[in-house]
């Protein structure tokens, strides 16, 4: 068992080096066609298609997607350091009312469209699988997948150095349409629950809920951050640098978990506590000390996103798309004689 999962962490250090060393090479060469997200797709793939190869069907169940350790443990130091080292955040807060408009009207209209254009689509031929399914459970699958994440748009926006209100805008939107992506799939799952809007659930239920969400998720970030700009407003760090840069992760990291804890939106509370961090603890910091941490941050954001990627091309739905020919070549070297 250890052998086995030393081989699995070794494989995955190998395509962090290897897709690293290859970003590097299309950057010094300014091709932007191939982000760097998709060099670690692509490598994932070529693993999983590989380790299928060797074991079979037996391999997938070892190299599912894993939703907890992304949610808990990747997904916070991207987006804290999304806060922290925001370019401008006054461009952010100037833009706020577009950002509130896309993020908010932009993922109910995206919801309303796919939603409904499903539940239409039952219609179309002349099967009867879907006839049974509901219209509320059609805007619950809608609501889940209207949350977008455009990580690789923002890589190749900062590498072509675009507009920055476009960068703002794109990057503002993702975030916060997280909140109202939550609150439309929970309500609509309720919904589909209880067969539309009842005395249990309702409409009325389903505004408090947001407005709930919204706000917890900001008292969380505004209350973490107030917290920390004090701990490094009082606490002298001088002698011990690399304890300060301990103490600013260990703190950065309370703000995500305390949101989801109370079902808040984690994203919400983690990018308020970075913008409040940039603006006040950072002043509170030892030269050094914020070195450290900003280039602590940096590459853990970073790591955390090559992780990512790396997961989705490993991830047996993907690696359908690889069963035909790579399969049969790789099967014939890696399969006993």
């Not at 916070?76 to 993020?103: H, W």
């Not at 507009?163 to 799939?185: H, S």
Request: charged residues 10%; glycine residues 8%; neutral net charge.
């Amino acid at each position: 068992m250890i052998k086995e999962m030393s081989m699995q962490i070794f494989a995955r250090v190998l395509m962090l080096l290897v897709g690293s060393l290859i970003g590097n090479f299309l950057h010094k060469k300014h091709f932007h066609y191939l982000p760097e997200s998709g060099v670690f797709i692509i490598l994932g793939c070529i693993f999983g298609a590989i380790m299928l190869a060797a074991r079979g069907q037996s391999a997938a169940s070892s190299m599912k997607f894993d939703p907890d350790f992304l949610t808990l443990c990747l997904l916070p130091p991207i987006i804290f350091y999304s806060g922290y080292c925001m370019p401008s955040i006054s461009n952010f807060v100037y833009n706020g009312r577009e950002i509130l408009v896309l993020a908010g009207v932009g993922t109910i209209m995206s919801t309303l469209i796919v939603g409904y254009g499903l539940y239409w689509c039952r219609f179309v031929g002349n099967h009867s699988l879907y006839m049974g399914i509901t219209i509320w459970e059609c805007l619950a699958f809608a609501a889940l997948i209207s949350a977008v994440d455009p990580v690789a748009t923002l890589a190749t926006f900062s590498s072509l150095m675009v507009d920055p209100d476009l960068e703002v805008l794109v990057f503002g939107e993702a975030l916060l349409n997280d909140a109202v992506a939550i609150v439309l799939y929970k309500s609509f799952a309720k919904f589909a629950k209880y067969g539309g809007p009842s005395e249990y659930f309702g409409w009325g239920d389903m505004a408090a809920k947001f407005f709930s969400l919204v706000f917890g998720s900001i008292g969380v970030g505004l209350i973490c951050g107030a917290f920390q700009a004090l701990v490094f407003k009082f606490v002298f760090f001088k002698h011990t640098e690399v304890l300060e840069a301990v103490v600013f992760l260990t703190l950065a990291y309370t703000s995500f978990l305390i949101a989801e804890w109370f079902h808040f939106s984690g994203i919400i509370s983690s990018l308020l506590h970075g913008m409040m961090a940039a603006t006040f603890t950072k002043n509170n910091m030892s030269e050094s000390g914020h070195t450290r941490a900003f280039i602590l941050t940096n590459m853990l954001a970073s790591f955390s996103d090559m992780m990512i990627f790396i997961m989705t091309g490993i991830i047996p739905s993907a690696l359908q798309l690889l069963k035909g020919p790579f399969l049969s070549f790789c099967s014939r070297f890696l399969s006993p004689s």
